[in-house]
């Protein structure tokens, strides 16, 4: 697996572990990533795709008077 160094504030870091109650800033930026992806995955097969949300904005001809 590949990995990826990321910086963080050190506050930021500790409050992430904290509040997700893992040991270890690695473990708790894991948790809140693995945690924000099932949110987005079930909130798209609820409301559809971005793409969805494109076409529904697309604007609509407007009736002709006459």
Excluded at 30 to 42: F, M, P, S, T, V
């Amino acid at each position: 697996m590949a990995q990826v160094t990321v910086t963080l504030d050190a506050n930021l870091a500790i409050d992430a572990m904290m509040l997700s109650g893992t040991k270890s800033p690695q473990d708790a930026v894991e948790l809140i990533l693995l945690d924000y992806l099932a949110r987005r995955r079930r909130t798209e097969s609820r409301t559809g795709d971005a793409a969805d949300g494109q076409r529904a904005n697309q604007q609509r001809p407007t009736a002709q008077e006459g």
